[in-house]
């Protein structure tokens, strides 16, 4: 569809998503490559291209586009999220800090919080590190509660006797 529309754009963003879900980045790669010589200042074409060089684990070259596409839109808390990952695979905690701070409304299962603590403990704030592990824990084990509470009501029982 996306070659037979002409390359249009929002046929190509939508193309890349549905790669995404399959985990085929090398194609999505492709895709956006072309789309960015088309667009090279769009913030979710950066986004994305910075999401696909992570998975296919260049953090380096993935930094440099999702700085690019923070610079066109800074509330993008996804982009903050994958930047501070990149920034972690290079081992640069410092600079993972503040994005991790930024994408920490995301978080719904401690993930982000916990990686907040050890990007603390790497970069000698232990205090801060300690404080952000004890909120992990109560996320982790509120996110477990939860789990195991919708685990109980989809459970399939046999009905009883008659």
Known sequence: AYDLSGKNPAIGRQLVLALFQVQDFTEARHVLEAMLKQSPDAADLNYMYGFTLLSLKQPKEAARYLEISLKRDPENLAAHSTLAQAYLAMGESKLAIPHLKAALPTDRDGSLHY????????????????????????????????????QKEVQITAPGPG
């Open 115 to 150: 990686q907040l603590a050890r990007a603390y403990q790497a970069s000698g704030q232990p205090e801060l590190a300690r404080a952000m592990l004890q909120q992990y824990q109560q996320m982790h084990n509120a996110h477990q509660e939860e789990q195991q509470t919708l």
